[in-house]
């Protein structure tokens, strides 16, 4: 690899340590990947050191491990998830500690794999790790996702060229959606957040009722919950750090009401979930509801994912990202959600973000259900703009004002 390469791969490291995780000096930092990104992993800890970390702790994971359990564990294994390790994670970001996770693994993994065996081991984790879910979702720690190009991942994304050629195509993308590119990175997302904190902004303000997205497929009124409030990139955690959760980011989000959404909805990206990838999705929803559902590919484990529990079939949120993000600007398709939900407008089924309502702390289960917050195991983001779609703001008397044409703010 070239010198420029190993420089960059640094400077990302330090962004996503300082910047992203907005690590305090003395705080311990858990750092999760597959063993494949160690020569990142060990960057981000020279990074973390530096910065004055107390402690750095590395769960790596390894997706050949993973494989063997499928192939060889018996249904109680695969159904079997280590609670009392995600039991530890949750206690050390409540003590005060800092997560980051690393993504990047082969998307299309599991797609030999018996569908009912990764979805049975998806909720058996997801039920174990709903505590260390919560503490993240609630924002009680600050945390970051970055990205780490592996050959799997980069042949998915340029299937025409050599394997080597496709990693150096990705980590192009890469540093440039990260703006590790840019003269000065740390004041670019500065920038960046800014402007998106701008529009977020304005939204507040306007406290719509409802946004209607049509196009191709589409004519979806998404209903918006009780006191929601539009968030972007920047997050003050509790523990008063403050962290930028997905590098790169492109959106601004908030929480739809559980009970207000309309319609139906084609999906204008393929999806990368829990190790294959789903393709024309089409959904109808009735008073917030899956009642319908059909996918070109992977439908089964579209079904399954919706039945994963009560709130499954509900909207967690709903994000507005223009067609021409930077992300979005790099013309290709990631599989990979952390790219992917930065290139376009999305929607995600299951469990809404605590920090999209206001004052949710204060809230009680009842009073937030009340709102319209949903809840589930799952979180799925999928994505429904595209240049061909149109987002309108519905104001609570029925007069709207648009907001994106043909993919773009107005
Ligand atoms: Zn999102
Ligand atoms: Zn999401």
């Given amino acids: 690899m070239s010198s420029s390469f190993e420089a960059n791969l640094a400077k990302l490291a330090n962004l996503s340590v300082q910047t992203g995780v907005g690590l305090l000096p003395g705080q311990e930092l858990i750092i999760s990947g597959d063993i494949a ?20 702790f590395v769960q790596y994971s390894d997706e050949q491990g993973t494989l063997i ?15 009392w390790f995600h039991e530890a994670v949750a206690g050390m970001l409540e003590g005060g500690g800092a997560y980051l996770s690393i993504t990047g693994g082969n998307p299309g993994l599991l797609k030999e794999v018996d569908p009912s065996l990764v979805a049975a081991s998806s909720k058996a984790h997801a039920q174990a790790a709903k505590k260390l879910s919560n503490v993240i979702m609630e924002a009680k720690a600050n945390w970051c996702g970055v990205p780490y190009a592996t050959p799997a991942w980069a042949k998915l994304v340029f299937p025409e060229v050599s394997e080597s050629e496709a990693i150096a195509k990705l980590w192009d ?15 670019a997302w500065d920038a960046h957040c ?17 946004l209607r997205f049509t196009g191709p497929g589409t004519d979806l009124t998404v209903g918006l919950a009780d006191g929601h409030l539009w968030c972007s990139a920047r997050l003050r955690a509790d523990n008063g750090a403050v962290c930028i959760p997905n590098m790169p980011t492109e959106e601004v989000f908030t929480m739809p009401h559980r009970n207000r959404v309309n319609g139906v909805v084609r999906s204008t990206k393929p999806l990368s979930m829990r190790g294959t990838v789903l393709d024309g999705i089409e959904v109808e929803f009735e008073n917030g509801k899956v009642v ?14 919706i039945d994963t529990d009560a709130g499954a079939r ?15 600007q790099t013309n290709l398709m990631y ?4 790219f992917d939900e930065n290139a376009a407008s999305h929607i995600a089924l299951g469990q809404a973000y605590a920090e999209t309502l206001e004052g949710c702390s ?15 195991l799952i979180h799925v983001d999928w994505m429904i703009g595209s240049g061909e779609t149109d987002v309108d703001g519905v104001a609570a008397d029925g007069t709207t004002e648009p907001l994106m044409r043909a993919g773009e703010w107005v």
């Fill in 37 to 56: 990104f160690a020569p990142f992993v060990r960057l981000l800890q020279e990074s973390a050191y530096k910065l004055g970390a107390k402690n750095v």
């Fill in 69 to 83: 359990r499928y192939r060889n564990g018996n249904p109680e294994a695969i159904g079997y998830s280590a609670g």
């Fill in 173 to 187: 993308a890469i540093f440039a959606t990260t703006r590790v590119t840019e003269e000065d990175p740390i004041a």
């Fill in 194 to 210: 800014s402007e998106l904190e701008r529009r977020s902004a304005y939204l507040n303000e306007r406290q719509f009722h409802s």
């Fill in 292 to 305: 319908k559902a059909k996918a070109a590919k992977g439908e089964e484990q579209l079904l399954r994912l």
């Fill in 314 to 328: 509900f909207l967690g949120e709903v994000a507005l990202v223009p067609n021409s993000s930077a992300v979005s």
């Fill in 335 to 338: 599989f990979n959600t952390l």
């Fill in 362 to 376: 204060e809230l009680t289960d009842e009073e937030k259900r009340g709102q319209g917050m949903n809840e589930s």
